[in-house]
């Protein structure tokens, strides 16, 4: 595997604030592959209809049983309409309007309960964050903890983020993309679900501008691999040593906490936007 990335476990930043802080982050990575949970049927039919509208297309992500906590659906209820939307063939985001400013964005892809995003987000309160995910329970964790922290720079896409990346975002907008422990899909049959295939790459490169960055982070060695090999095949992103423009610290999750228990070192590649 060529050298795209750190493998440290433990991780050591001497610069940041979140290194060595684990944080709670429930892991949604093995939950089985079900529809979630609503009671009667006539919601259990207006749960596929909604599903097959925010997820068309066979996709890298399994949806997961779960419904809120009514503290949750309250939160949902208060937040969504201001600083959430579900993804969208066809409507572009317009950052400034949605953020009411105009900021280094980032677009986190499988934020999950959103730990890290509210974590980064609160040490970077000059960067405006897109998190997106499809599972609804752990984006109600995350709104949560940004109702909590008093956060004004997270957004939130519920839904496919290769369908964000296709259809929500401007070419050359972002200053960042983070994709933080993606779903490895370790049986072989299943590596063509993976999220971080060619055409994604592509995707991401597409909506970086120049000099924007890509920071994966995976705790799988299989994937990590597959990374490594996806990155060989294209010339748009290259990994990067120089300092980039906005922080690669993350704080330790449980998840992450977990995988080192377990003696799973992290990869981490970090990747800049060749210039158009
Ligand atoms: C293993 S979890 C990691 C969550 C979080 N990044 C962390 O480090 O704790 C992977 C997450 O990616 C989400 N995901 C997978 N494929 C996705 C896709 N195509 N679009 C949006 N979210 C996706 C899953 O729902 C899940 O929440």
Redesign the pocket.
Known sequence: MRDYGRVTSPRSNPNSELDHVEVS?PD??GVTDVSEATDAPADRDAERRERARLYPRV???RSRRGSLTQAQQQNWEELWPRIGRDVSETEQVDPTAWFGRSAPLILE?????G??TAAMAAVEPDTDVIA????RP?IAQLLGAIKRAGLDNIRVIRG???IVLKNMLAPASLTGVRV????PWPKARHHKRR?LQPETLIQIAHVLRDGGVLHIATDHADYAESISAVIDGQSVLTATDQPVPFSIARPV?K?EGRAAREGRPVTEFVLTRVPR
């Open positions: 982050a949604v990575s996709t890298s992500f892809i499988g934020c999950g309960t730990t890290s997106v995910d499809v599972y752990g496919d983020a290769v933080f422990f993606p779903d999220l999750t998840f």
